[in-house]
């Protein structure tokens, strides 16, 4: 069973920027794309260009877009000290995922579009080297958060 809650709880307003922005790519070596660098400019990494890892700038360069506060942070389990946990997730909540550790720094973040007993399907930067949506395994979650 899919679990959508988009019906019940509407969109969030960062939904349709983050939405304008699929299929924003990390362009090839020796180039680099300045949207992604934009995005960046909303971290520590000012100025840093799209070789890096940059999940975190673009959730905090969507919700700045609509004066959300994001944490600043181009750490992806940054967002695990931002704003309310949530019990469970809600369409266009922060959601946090590990990466390689549990135990490690590093994750990947996005906003939740939907799950199923599998996969949890996010939108999000740094999702295959650009914006779009994309399934992790549900057992990779970390958390869920949202605005305070």
Known sequence: MIIDTR??????????????ERG?????????????????NQTNLVGYDDKISWCSSFINWCLTRVGVHGTGSALARSWLDWGI??????FGCI???TRDDPTSWK??????????????????????????????????????????
Do not use: C
Request: glycine share 8%; proline share 9%.
């Open 24 to 40: 924003i790519r990390r362009f090839p070596v020796g180039e680099t794309n300045p949207r992604i660098v934009e995005y960046n």
């Open 85 to 90: 946990a949530l019990e469970s997730p809600t």
């Open 95 to 97: 959601t946090v995922l």
């Open 107 to 148: 994750g990947h973040v996005g906003f939740y579009l939907r799950h199923d007993a599998d996969y949890i399907y996010l939108f999000g930067g740094n999702q295959l080297d650009e914006v779009r949506e994309l399934a992790y395994p549900v057992a990779s979650v970390l958390g869920h958060r949202w605005p305070k």
């Open 7 to 20: 019906e019940s709880f509407g969109e969030p307003a960062w939904m349709p920027v983050a939405y304008a």
